[in-house]
T-cell receptor, first 112, second 114 residues
Framework: DAGVIQSPRHEVTEMGQEVTLRCKPISGHDYLFWYRQTMMRGLELLIYFNNNVPIDDSGMPEDRFSAKMPNASFSTLKIQPSEPRDSAVYFC??????????FGPGTRLTVL | AQTVTQSQPEMSVQEAETVTLSCTYDTSESDYYLFWYKQPPSRQMILVIRQEAYKQQNATENRFSVNFQKAAKSFSLKISDSQLGDAAMYFCAYKGGSQGNLIFGKGTKLSVKP
């Protein structure tokens, strides 16, 4: 099993640009999570899906952030327009039912 | 709301020695799970160990074990025979029985001295 796959691994963009982060969960997992990690706030949940349906998006900072899961094997997290304070490491994780979560390698986003 | 507290920002241990990382949590739920994740410099989040709240027996995974004190809401991680590869950030995490997501502590940076 390849584990959770995220792309890109690194992204550098300028303020105001659109950023799209991608995630492929482990095959067969029915939960998918997006987390953000910063020095100031630590690891925090942004949104999670169950069977492709968003369950809790209360952690999404504002309307500039949106996430989709069009099918069981793919999810995107989009930031439009991006701002310097969005700079962070974004993790995608997946799990089978409500058991152990497996994390992807993360995407390090830098917004200049 | 549930919270997770790791009171030790940094810890240090001599190679081959034992170290204990502390974690406390606050919840009103009776059904929940607790986890320890390791994050080495590569940034990868690696699950170290998991404990179900309904289980009285402390979880063990090779050199890693926990001391789960449910009444005290304490969940410490013990690393025995520490190795250089154990050096990393360690995060304690909570998951309620009715929710899917994890709530993380701020982390403890563990250094291992040769």
């Amino acid at each position: 099993d390849a584990g959770v796959i995220q792309s890109p691994r690194h992204e550098v963009t300028e303020m105001g640009q659109e950023v799209t982060l991608r995630c492929k969960p482990i095959s067969g997992h029915d939960y998918l999570f997006w987390y953000r990690q910063t020095m100031m706030r630590g690891l925090e949940l942004l949104i999670y899906f169950n069977n492709n349906v968003p369950i809790d998006d209360s952690g999404m900072p504002e309307d500039r952030f949106s996430a989709k899961m069009p099918n069981a094997s793919f999810s995107t997290l989009k930031i439009q327009p991006s701002e310097p304070r969005d700079s962070a490491v974004y993790f995608c994780a997946s799990s089978l039912q409500v058991s152990k979560q497996f994390f992807g390698p993360g995407t390090r986003l830098t917004v200049l | 709301a549930q919270t997770v507290t790791q009171s030790q920002p940094e810890m240090s241990v001599q190679e081959a020695e034992t170290v204990t990382l502390s974690c406390t949590y606050d919840t009103s739920e009776s059904d929940y799970y607790l986890f320890w994740y390791k994050q080495p410099p590569s940034r990868q989040m690696i699950l170290v160990i998991r404990q179900e709240a309904y289980k009285q027996q402390n979880a063990t995974e090779n050199r890693f074990s926990v001391n789960f004190q449910k009444a005290a809401k304490s969940f410490s991680l013990k690393i025995s025979d520490s190795q250089l590869g154990d050096a990393a950030m360690y995060f304690c995490a909570y998951k309620g029985g009715s929710q899917g997501n994890l709530i993380f502590g701020k982390g403890t940076k563990l250094s291992v001295k040769p």
